[in-house]
Every structure is written in C-alpha cells, then in structure tokens.
C-alpha cells in the first residue's frame, strides 16, 4: 500500500522567509510519480510539479524548489522569499505504477500562512 | 481555453437524499477522475472513467456511482447519503497519450453539506 505523510500541519512565515514543507511518502514499487499541488481559498487543486521515482534531479522553477531524496523516500519543497500569494494548503501525492498518473494518494496537507 | 468545471458548487441535501454532481473537463481531455476531500483532509480517490467506463476505482461503496458521456462529461451520483459523505468533491480531468496519461487537472469542485 501506498501512503504520503506531511507532518506538518501549518506553517507560519512572515513574508521573504524560506519555507520548506515536508513530505515523506511510502510505497514497495519500485517505479513511481510524486506530485505536489497547491490549493487557494477558492478550493482548486493547481498542478506544482511531477516527479518520476528514476530522476532524483532537484528541480527549480522561479521560487520553488523541489529536493527529491529517494534514499530517505522524501519529496520537499522549498519557497524563497515567500509571499502572501503563497498563502495556501500545499499536498503531496505519489501515483503507483499502471495508473497513468490517475489514483493519486495524497497526503493530509500543510496549510502555509505568509503574512506581510 | 476552458479549465476543468463542476456544477454545482455548492449543494445541501438530507441523510437519505440522492445527489448528482457534474463535471465538464478541460478541453482536449478524455478521462474524467472524482476525488472526495472531506474537511481537514488530503483528496481520496473514488473513480476514473475513460470511453465512458469506469477503469479504476477507489476503496468507497457501491453508494458512489458514475458515468462518463460520449463528450467526455461526467456525473458523481451518490445514494442513501449520510452525514459523512458531507465534503468537497473534486474533478480532475488528463489525456491519454500513447505513453499513458498526462497529468491530472482539477476542477473548483462542489461542496457537499448533508444535514
């Protein structure tokens, strides 16, 4: 069975301040997607970034980073200079294998609240 | 050009009641996913329906039902509700590639309240 652990239930920075959020996940495959999405007030689940279990390449997109460990089955994110905007529950998911990227196993969410 | 949209956004119904949520996905995408997000919680798979079958399905009762539309379109129906199934149902819409399916899309999703 495949699960995903974000501990950490809320986050509070003050805006400009890195921000990392955690997430562990566990599964027996050996091929695999990891994804995270963020979701506004408004309840819509934006697509962040997919990950496949063969490419432990970090990746870095503008403010975000993403540090894939696969040693330590560990996908975090990172937010420089954070920003209200960023203000926002942040999921982490894993896609087992012959789903297509579909049945996605999310975990239970950390909400980030950035103030000015 | 259009993204994942779900009718209606919010709906409240009784313990007993039957419920039918709608979604239109993003446009260029054939295979139509529901989760449910109960309140606090991380999204849980219920069904995909791709050629208007259902292919995979999530650990939830035969109570949650669905149906695919030959325009890609799909319906969550939900019987014999229960306080329970109060939660935000979500839509998530992908292709079909001839690698395997791009990634999921979601929709604003309905906000359930059974009472």
């Known amino acids: 069975a495949q699960k995903v652990t974000q501990a950490q239930t809320e986050i509070s920075v003050v805006e400009k301040e890195d921000v990392t959020l955690d997430c562990v996940y566990e599964?027996?495959?050996?091929?695999?997607?990891l994804f995270w999405y963020k979701q506004p007030p408004s309840g819509e689940l934006v697509f962040l970034i997919r990950?496949?279990?063969?490419?432990?390449q970090n990746e870095i997109s503008g403010r975000y980073s993403w540090n894939f460990q696969k040693s330590t089955s560990s996908f975090n994110f990172t937010i420089t200079a954070s920003q209200v905007v960023d203000s926002a529950v942040y999921f982490c998911?894993?896609?087992?294998?012959?789903?297509?990227?579909?049945?996605?196993?999310f975990g239970t969410g950390t909400r980030l609240l950035v103030s000015p | 050009d259009a993204g994942v949209t779900q009718s209606p956004t919010h709906l409240i119904k009784t313990r007993g009641q039957q419920v039918t949520l709608r979604c239109s996905p993003k446009?260029?995408?054939?295979?139509v996913s529901w989760y449910q997000q109960a309140l606090g919680q991380g999204p849980q798979f219920i069904f995909q329906?791709?050629?208007?079958?259902?292919?995979q399905r999530g650990n939830f009762p035969d109570r949650f039902s669905g149906h695919q539309f030959p325009n890609y379109s799909s319906e969550l129906n939900v019987n014999a509700l229960l306080l329970g199934d109060s939660a935000l149902y979500l839509c998530?819409?992908?292709?079909?590639?001839?690698?395997?399916?791009?990634?999921?899309?979601f929709g604003p999703g309905t906000r359930l309240l059974v009472l």
């Open positions: 998530a819409s992908s292709f079909r590639t001839g690698r395997g399916r791009e990634t999921q899309y």
């Open positions: 990950r496949n279990s063969f490419d432990e």
């Open positions: 998911a894993l896609s087992p294998p012959g789903t297509g990227f579909q049945k996605l196993v």
């Open positions: 329906y791709y050629e208007e079958e259902e292919r």
């Open positions: 446009s260029g995408h054939d295979t």
């Open positions: 599964t027996r495959d050996t091929t695999y997607y």
